[in-house]
């Protein structure tokens, strides 16, 4: 029986965060996701790391605060999988007024304690490049920083560390049962393919997202009073619809705010819904209500007019919200709560309810002080001045790296793939190209810059199995490739992973 001082049960952010933090303090950690890691909620976000401008409304200050704080712990960290966008807000009459936007910006900045971003400002929009797009109506808005990040590569960079701290880490691995047995866990795991293993832990971290109640009761056999709110948000890809590097955030009759944004060559992503999802919190797809919403959200701004017959791509998650009674799925707070449940002399159980990818690193400091009681000798935190892997860089900035260092290394490169290299793996992308001396060692080419030879190390590296880990997760290549290109990526994969 494996014996381990933490069983972490998810591997979407929060729990590879944790996995990571708690490795790196000396604890020997087992980290078990039933499916891929990052593989449901944790790719399924707007892909922003940001304070959450909206939830100054709701007076939400300190997560707002800690947010915009982590924002600039990020960058530093994950340069590669982070960086600075400019949003702009048009000035829409009959919406927020403009001293409110500005108020409220005053305050974000103020908040923020920018070490990197610039300040917020008006800008004109009509004719000039901040107005891109737009219909000529709108003539001035507000521009402010906040940042894109590359979620699915963020859950990886993180197990990823987690590993390299001495953590096991157990893909496609359900915790079917957990029971307190001479003041430990003993947990039963199981995975396709393989026998069931039993894994003795001083302390369980349920960090299942949407299952966190399940889990609870189902496998762990304890009830909880903490409820969770599930929130359906889909995000649909169309064409692009307009010339530039920044981001708009636009205005709704109903107050909520929809993001645009350039997402791979060609194509902007538009984003989110928050719908209450009472089903089960597995799969889901964007529905044609949500994509006739986002569509008329944008078509209220844009010159050019979208119809759901647009969208050449759309993706939905279900995001696990903790339930403060609010009725509204938009007024839910996007804070989460920790609760360690435990017996007199008894291994903690620590569950984490809501939370949002930005602050993922924080929640990991916190849950691992809820757990402080039970590991006296836990070494302190460590992440916060700890670039991730591929984040490594030598004072150089990212652009200096991709076009300097990765060029002298692999001339032979194309422009895009390297670029796309150094997005995905920052200083590792120097790994995948280990012992290739041109474009040939990079092996088959599937279209949308994805080579054999980079599959290969998402399999070996990455713990892919499958088509979809590759081409949507690991990458977003499929975005670029054809049904015939993604069929015969999807078969690869499925000839070179290890089940």
């Not at 991709?402 to 793996?425: D, I, N, S």
């Amino acid at each position: 029986m494996d014996s381990c001082d933490l069983l972490v049960v998810g591997g979407g952010i929060n729990g590879a965060g944790i996995a990571r933090d708690a490795a790196g303090r000396g604890l020997a950690v087992v980290l078990a996701e039933q499916d891929d890691l990052g593989g449901h909620t944790s790719s399924a976000s707007s892909k922003l790391v940001h304070g959450g401008l909206r939830y100054l409304e709701q007076y939400r200050f300190r997560l707002v605060a800690e947010a915009l704080a982590e924002r600039e712990v990020l960058l530093r960290a994950a340069p590669h999988l982070v960086r600075p966008l400019r949003f702009v807000m048009p000035y829409a009459r009959g919406l927020r007024p403009a001293w409110m936007i500005r108020a409220g910006l005053v305050l974000y900045d103020f908040l923020a304690r920018r070490a990197t971003l610039p300040a917020s400002r008006a800008v004109a929009l009509r004719g000039s490049r901040w107005g891109a797009g737009l219909k000529p109506e709108f003539e001035r808005g507000f521009a402010y920083s906040d940042c894109w990040v590359d979620d699915a590569r963020l859950v990886i960079a993180n197990a990823r560390d987690a590993v390299a701290a001495g953590a096991i880490v157990l893909p496609r691995t359900r915790c079917t049962r957990a029971r307190r047995e001479g003041g430990v866990w003993r947990a039963l795991l199981e995975s396709d393919g393989a026998p069931p293993r039993e894994v003795r832990a001083r302390a369980l971290a349920n960090v299942t997202g949407p299952w966190v109640k399940s889990f609870l009761r189902d496998a762990v056999n304890v009830e909880t009073p903490f409820g969770v709110k599930l929130v359906k948000g889909s995000h649909i890809v169309v064409p692009g619809l307009y010339d530039g590097e920044h981001a708009y955030i636009l205005q709704n009759d109903d107050r909520r705010v929809v993001f645009v944004y350039a997402y791979e060559p060609g194509l902007t992503l538009i984003g989110t819904t928050d719908i209450e999802h009472h089903g089960e919190p597995g799969r889901c797809e964007a529905s044609a209500e949500e994509a006739g919403y986002l569509c008329r959200a944008v078509n209220r701004y844009f010159a050019r007019q979208i119809a759901p017959g647009d969208i050449v791509w759309s993706y939905c998650g279900i995001r696990p919200l903790f339930d403060d009674g609010s009725t509204d799925p938009s007024s839910i707070t996007r804070d989460y709560v920790l609760r360690v449940d435990t017996a007199p002399a008894a291994a903690p159980v620590l569950s984490v309810f809501g939370g949002k990818i930005t602050t993922y690193r924080k929640l990991a400091e916190h849950a691992l002080a809820a757990l402080a009681p039970w590991f006296p000798r836990m070494r302190p935190a460590w992440t916060a001045g700890r670039p991730l892997p591929g984040g490594e860089l030598r004072g150089e900035s990212f652009e200096d790296f991709t076009e300097v260092r990765l060029k002298q290394t692999a001339p032979w490169l194309p422009a895009t793939v390297r670029r796309g290299l150094a997005r995905r793996h920052g200083t590792l992308a120097a790994d995948v190209l280990a012992g290739a001396a041109d474009l040939a060692a990079m092996g088959e080419h599937f279209g949308g810059g994805l080579y054999a030879r980079e599959i290969d190390y998402f399999i070996a590296r990455e713990w892919a199995r499958r088509g979809e880990d590759v081409l949507w997760r690991r990458s977003k290549a499929g975005l670029a490739m054809t049904a015939a290109e993604r069929a015969a990526a999807e078969a690869y994969v499925a000839r070179r992973a290890v089940r």
